[in-house]
């Protein structure tokens, strides 16, 4: 058992989320507040989001690319569209390195 | 996270658990598994009943003055089908006990903020699981089901409301059981209980049930896992068990009871509205209409005809020399032959039918 808080890393990878989605074997509950929960159905463990993280799952679940989750969060928040577009690809390389996505 | 030792319904010998009650709070369910031993025409085809708020009330606080019952463990049909699921749990909570429920998980989400107002009274959540894949689980349960149970997990998780899981060992799980545990731990459940599956058909019998070498199998398997692992894990009562001085489970021991979505007491939840079951013996007391305390003193006098019946059944195979088969040697399956719940078995020897016949 292990549940895994996404905290946001500094990486230098550039990503792209065109391709990505959220992979079949993660189940994904929404907490009132706009936190989620990921199951992830192979490793078996859980992986918490906060409400920015919960933003970028929604907006993969419906296709987005980095730039339209960004602009969801600069319409949410006050923050900056660079910081926002940081965030997400900040985010995303998370998901990534924990196997949470596949390709479309 | 809490773990307790108490989340079988049925304790082992010698440790029975506290005194407490089962209700059934919806005759109907929501899913179609096969091997379910609630009659199908309550689950499917009479009118929906659902246990009645008020007369909840009344039974539980008779229930607590006189026979000391401190916890309700909601069941069905599906408990969570109940159109004022948040009152059962206040209702449980405004007498001062705790409550938990058995479910298929499926409308977890939709009870959620009943369950969050309860929480301080509401001691575990017990989840039934079919398998540990969505493909496993959902060719009983059906589609989605596996999904939501695994968000129904997650909600507990993040909760720390402790879950356990229920397994019903078929014979298509007997290898998993190290996989299932593992699942378990991972996904944080509280406790793991296995479950030997209670037949309602020939075919259920020979698709799912297991043989006695099997049981054995399974137990030992079991009892291993249960070393390994930090999480409880068990097999409820339905195992071969020919000791005949203690009372094989709390319902015998006069623990824990029944009481049926009609209102009715009975001995135990196993045997209620037992599908394809052609008596009723295990009930003794329509609480709509009759006291607990009286209904509490029959439900105690059948329970101790019942062990007495069990010992009786042993004792006489012992002086013969022979070895209890399984309908003997596992108490329910003694129950449900003893009970008239079985009647496509052949009949069994007539000294361990006693209490057939036997109407309220
Ligand atoms: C009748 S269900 C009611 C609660 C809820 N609908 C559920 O499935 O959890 C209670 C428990 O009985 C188990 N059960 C159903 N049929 C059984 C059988 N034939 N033998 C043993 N356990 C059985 C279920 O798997 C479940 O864990
Ligand atoms: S085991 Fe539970 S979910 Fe399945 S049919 Fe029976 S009552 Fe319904
Ligand atoms: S079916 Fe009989 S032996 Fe099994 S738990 Fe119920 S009362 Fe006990």
Redesign the interface.
Known sequence: ???TALRITRTDKIMNSNNLIPGKHV?V?D?DGGEG?L?D?N????F?LNETAMVVWKGLEQGKNVGQIADDIVARYEVALDNATRSVERILDNFQNYKLLTAK | MQTDATFSDDGAPGRYGPQRLSVELANICNLHCSYCFRSEENLYNSRAEFFPVELLRRVIGEARDVANVTKINFTGGEPTLHPDFAATLETVAGAGMTSSFVTNGWHFERVWPAIVANRHSISHVAFSLDGITRETHDRWRGNGSFDRLVRAFSRCYMSDLPFALKVTVRRDLMDQLEQIAMFAARLGAAALNFVHVMPTSTAVADESSLSLDEQRIVEEEVAILARIFKMSIGVDVGYYNIDEENAPCSPLAGTSMNVDYRGRLSLCCNLSGFRGADEEADVVADLNVEPFASAFAKLKELASLQLQNRKAALAALRAQGVKPDLFTGSPCLFCLQSFGKVPWRSAPEPELVSIRGRRQ
């Open positions: 058992m292990g549940q189940v509950t907490f929960i199951v159905l490793t078996k463990k859980y918490q």
